[in-house]
C-alpha cells in the first residue's frame, strides 16, 4: 500500500551523492588496489576476507567496505562503535543466520570507528569471524596495534589507508567539477586552493566544493579565482589530533627532519603542528629534547643547549601570540656547528620530504 503523505527524504550531500559506485571510480590508494595488490585480488578472487581498514579520515574505508559487498553479492550491515553495543552486535548476527538460510548470501558487517568498543564488545565478534558466518570489515582512524584487542587483530589484516595526493585531489575535483559543478569556472589558482584547503581528504575537498557552490549562487558568481575561495571559505585547519596518530606522526616528523639535516622540512613540521593547534611549550620541550639527543650528539657547542632552553623559558613567560615565533627563532638561530652539519647534510636535499610513515610501534614519551 502507497503512502498518501511519505516523510520527505534528505537531500545527500555532494560527498555522498558522489560517493564511488565501482571499483573503476575510486580514487586513491593503488598501494592496496594496484594491480597485484592485496585488495585487487581479494576483489578480483570473488572470496573476502575479514580485515580492518586503519587510515585518516577521507580517504575511502566506507565506500571500499560498500564496494566489497556490492563485489561479493553480499549482505552488507553497517554499525557504528558510537552508537551501537553488544545488542546492536547480536541483531547483526540473527541477520546474518538468515541470510545465509534462506539464500545462501554471506554477509559483510562493517564496524566504523571500531576502536571505541571496549574489550567486552570486541570479543563479541570473535566467535562468528572464528566461524566465517561474518566478514568482519572495520574502520578506525587510530592504530589498531593499541586499540584494538590481540584476538580480533589475529583473525583480521590490518591495511594502511594513506591520505590522497594532490593528484589524486585533483582527479575527484574535475570530476565534481564535470557532473555536478558545470556551472562553474574554476581557475587555475582556485583549484590548487581548494585542493590544498583538502589537506588529503577527499570528503572536506568535497563539502568545499559544496560550500563554495552555495556561497557562489546567490552571489550569481560563475567565475571562481583563488581570492574569491579564500574569502568564501572559513579558515581551514590542518589534520591533527591531540595525542592520537596523527600528533605523534607529525612530531617523528619534525625529529627525522631535524636528525636529517633538513632545515626546510624541520620548519615545515614545526609550522604545520604549529597551525593545527600543537601546544607550543610541547614542542619547546621536545626541541630540548632534539639538542639533546641530535644534535648536542654531534656538537660540542655549549651553546647548542642553551638556545633552546632560553627559547622553553621566553614561551613560558610570554604570551600566546609570540610562541610559535620564539620557536622559530631558536630552530633558525644555529651554532656555526649546527650549520656547517646541515649544510654537509642538507646538499642534496630540496624539497620537504612527504609525512614519514609510521614505523614504529610505541609512541615517543613527553
Known sequence: MTDLFPAPAPVPPMAEALRPRSLDEFVGQQHLLGPG???????????????????PPGVGKTTLARLMADAFDAQFIALSAVFSG??????????????????GKRTILFVDEVHRFNKAQQDA??????????TFVGATTENPSFEVIGALLSRTSVYVLKSLS???????????????LSGLAFDARARDRVIGLADGDARRLLNLLELIQTAAAPAGASKIDGEWVQNAVA?????????????????SALHKSVRGSNPDASLYWLARMLDGGADPLYIGRRMVRMAVEDVRARCASRSTL?????????LK?????????????????????TTRIIRRGNSSRKTIPAPFPRICATRPRS
Open 37 to 55: 595488490k592485496p585488495l585487487r585480488l581479494a576483489f578480483d578472487s570473488g572470496k573476502p576476507h575479514s580485515m580492518i581498514l586503519w587510515g
Open 86 to 103: 553488544v545488542k546492536d552486535i547480536k541483531d547483526a548476527v540473527r541477520r546474518a543466520e538468515e541470510a545465509l538460510a534462506t539464500s
Open 125 to 134: 565478534f570473535l566467535p562468528f569471524v572464528e566461524r566465517g558466518l561474518l
Open 166 to 180: 594532490e593528484a589524486e585531489l585533483g582527479e575527484l575535483f574535475d570530476r565534481a567539477a564535470r557532473e555536478v
Open 235 to 251: 579558515r581551514n585547519l590542518r589534520r591533527f589530533d591531540k595525542g592520537g596518530d596523527a600528533f605523534y606522526d607529525q612530531i
Open 306 to 314: 642553551a638556545r633552546p632552553m632560553s627559547a622553553w623559558g621566553a
Open 317 to 337: 613567560a610570554s604570551s600566546r601570540s609570540r610562541k610559535p615565533r620564539s620557536i622559530s627563532r631558536a630552530r633558525r638561530n644555529r651554532t656555526p656547528c
